[in-house]
């Protein structure tokens, strides 16, 4: 996913975060060159409330995936569950 600006990013991010609870976000590393900076990181927490076409199914989850900014605010997840 690219989102072009802030405010749009929380939105989604604060919409998206509401259907999990205990939620951990621990960066891995952090690498930067130039305009470009990569971060892989790993969330853990337990899904409390719909999520996409989910539904609430009360497991834990634990997903691994990386952000990339470059030359301005842009924002791309890969997840790795």
Not at 14 to 37: K, P, R, T
Request: proline share 2%; with cysteine; net charge negative.
């Amino acid at each position: 996913m690219v989102l072009d600006d802030r405010s749009t990013y929380m939105e989604r991010d604060q919409a998206f975060l509401a259907a999990f609870a205990d939620v951990e976000i621990v960066v891995e590393e952090i690498i930067g060159e130039g305009e470009l900076v990569v971060c892989r990181m790993g969330w853990r927490g337990r899904q409390v409330g719909q999520v996409l076409d989910i539904p609430a199914t009360g497991r834990n989850f634990e997903i691994m995936g990386s952000c990339f900014t470059a030359s301005g605010f842009h924002y791309a997840y890969t997840p790795q569950i």
